[in-house]
């Protein structure tokens, strides 16, 4: 038997299916010269097209083969996935009273249908998806017997998508899996940076984003994070010579002692371990690092290289450190300049609060970015295209502001996630409107900082 032939035609991402038939049906046969196909056959690794670039072999992983593994010869000594919490609706709110009333109607309903199946009068949960999500971990808890009570310590903060804050509840019995997350964020007020990538097998291209607070999964697509510390209990362990030790907890490193020691014989005795992890986020923002493996970026985690030139990690380094002031501090940023309100220059003075509540942000038609139409009252206009250009998880930043800050309820539960609650409950009914601006500013700066990245030889 003679081996099959295998060939293939790249006719171009962002088509219908509609538009890819009529390709084919234009061309009248898959043989057909107009078609252009060309024979391929699988690399190494099996890919047969999109192949990987055999120059990412060679560079340092990101994530350790053994989490916690202090002679790991990567950049990290673990990483975590985002929450996954199977149940986002009940678990996440903008606003914290309503998040805590439906944390304990759910777990009323739990332990309700537990203590039923424990008498006898039922002999499986009756779901109702008004009072619950039932998912297998809540499933495997009934089998266990295992009763829920409220976990005041739970209620956090997250980053639920990129510059979206929400109210969430972090307690294992309402959450799916947290992973590694208790170790980074065992408690409010443990502080703690991730570097959050795109996963494995995203269809989204490659991304990364920081956090200083609990991420979801879907921060980016599938999150993979990686810690500046993680935490350890005080009692389980001694700590050393030159670990912090916070209260009950012990805070150790998440850079590895590896990439320390090959940092400083390259760079010099000066590098520091968070000159490393911001050398990481300003190396995963280069565009030309981005398109010469975004094979590689989909089937893997990132792999870095220490670049040649000291000057060049230098630049990396503080460029990384620009990006996460700017990424984490955005609420804070200064209004655009040049952007109007109501055709008027953005002035301090507050709009009164009738004015600020907002159902759903909108483009005055499609491809008119330039305006936004944020309710009945206001209207941001002038907005420079160069700001769309900052993309993050498939979207301009803008864009998930636009998206996500607008009143939603959830089908199955009939919850109702307002975005205006977060600026009530925060004593600062202009906080949406502040946010969207911010991240207007945010925008423009990420371009501008990216554009002055060192350019490197990646082949």
């Known amino acids: 038997m ?16 509609e538009e890819k038939l009529k390709i084919v049906k234009d061309a009248k046969s898959i043989i057909s010269p107009a078609l252009q196909m060309t024979q391929i056959k699988p690399n190494e690794h099996g890919d047969w097209i999109s192949m990987r670039n055999s120059k990412f072999d060679e560079f340092i992983p990101l994530e350790p083969v053994y989490k916690f593994d202090n002679r790991t010869q990567s950049f990290f000594t673990l990483y975590s996935l985002g929450t996954a919490t199977n149940r986002d609706a009940w ?22 249908q ?9 002999k499986e949960p009756i779901y109702d998806s008004t009072k619950g999500s039932w998912t297998r971990d809540w499933l495997n808890h009934i089998k266990r017997n295992v009763e ?7 209620y956090r903060f997250s980053l639920y998508r990129p510059f979206v804050k929400m109210n969430t509840y972090f307690d294992d019995d309402l959450n799916q899996e947290r992973y590694q997350l208790p170790k980074l964020f065992p408690e409010n007020d443990k502080d703690n940076l991730l570097i959050c990538v795109t996963g494995i097998g995203s269809t989204k291209p490659f991304c990364t984003f920081i956090s200083d607070i609990i991420p979801c999964l879907d921060l980016v697509d599938k999150s993979q994070c990686f810690p500046l510390y993680w935490y350890e209990k005080k009692e389980k362990v001694q700590a050393g010579l030159f670990e912090k030790t916070e209260d009950e907890y012990i805070r150790r490193d998440g850079i590895s002692n590896f990439i320390l020691e090959q940092a400083n014989t390259r760079y010099g005795p000066k590098v520091t371990k968070q000159d490393i992890f911001y050398y990481v986020y300003g190396i995963l923002h280069s565009p030309d690092y981005r398109k010469t493996f975004a094979n590689d970026l989909k089937k893997m985690l990132p792999r870095l290289p220490l670049v040649e030139r000291a000057a060049d990690f230098w630049a990396f ?19 655009p300049k040049g952007v109007l309100i109501n055709g008027k220059p953005v002035s301090r003075t507050p709009f009164p609060a009738s004015q600020l509540e907002v159902n759903k ?10 305006t936004i139409v944020y309710n009945s009252y206001l209207t941001i206009s002038n907005i420079p295209p160069k700001a769309y250009e900052y993309v993050v998880n498939g979207k301009s930043a803008i864009e998930w502001v636009m998206e996500r800050y607008a009143v939603a309820t959830h089908k199955e539960s009939g919850i ?23 991240v207007i500013s945010v925008s423009m700066k990420t371009v501008e900082i990216v554009a002055g990245l060192p350019k490197v030889e990646w082949e």
């Open 148 to 154: 829920f009570s409220e976990n005041n310590a739970e």
């Open 114 to 122: 537990l203590a039923l199946l424990a008498s006898g009068k039922i």
């Open 416 to 438: 109702r996630n307002d975005p205006n609650d977060w600026a009530k409950e925060h004593g600062n009914p202009q906080y949406i409107l502040d946010l969207l601006l911010s």
């Open 2 to 17: 003679n081996k099959a032939e295998v060939f293939y035609k790249d006719i171009g991402d962002y088509l219908s299916r």
């Open 317 to 335: 380094s503080k460029a990384g450190r620009n990006l996460a002031e700017v990424h984490l501090g955005y609420e804070e940023q200064e209004p």
């Open 361 to 370: 942000m909108a483009f005055p038609a499609k491809g008119q970015k330039g």
């Open 91 to 112: 678990v996440y709110n903008f606003s914290g009273a309503e998040l805590r009333k439906n944390i304990k109607k759910t777990i009323a309903h739990y332990n309700e």
